[in-house]
């Protein structure tokens, strides 16, 4: 690192990221396998992280575990909305924090992704569509954290 404490301000930031999501994952009572996804997909993408910002051996295990849980996640958000869908049509009943969660977890994952795609191209417009997919995430976080689908 290049300026003083770098390396613990890094660390201590990802000990405080890793035990916040371990904390809400706990409290949350009725778990689902997207809840095991979120969950490994954050300690994986920290892991591979840090592995690679300080230069330590082996990051490419922690940078397929990232991957693989990336994969994973993909597929029970897919799960997760198609069983949404049936379940809202048979009983006809709609949550509207269900819908708004979904939703706002949609437009960060296109918003972050277009922002990438945008920076890595050096094309315009990157910064708005990354704080966008950003503001979205956090939104998605604080619905999901305060159980308003109950």
Known sequence: M???????????GFVGVIGSCWFLFYFKKPKRMLDYA????IISFIF????????WPYQYVF???????LLGFIIFYAIEIFKYKEDS???????????ISYLFYTLAAVGISIGVLCKVMHWPYSSEFLIG???FAVLSVFIDSKGLDQ
């Not at 591979?48 to 230069?55: G, I, M, P």
Request: aromatic share 18%.
């Open 63 to 69: 940078a397929t575990w990232m991957y693989l849980s």
């Open 48 to 55: 591979q992280y840090s592995f690679s910002v300080f230069h």
């Open 38 to 41: 979120r969950l490994s997909l």
């Open 133 to 135: 997919g950003l503001f």
């Open 2 to 12: 290049h300026w003083p404490f770098a390396m613990s301000v890094l660390i201590t």
């Open 89 to 99: 049509l048979e009983t006809k009943e709609t949550s509207k924090s269900v819908i």
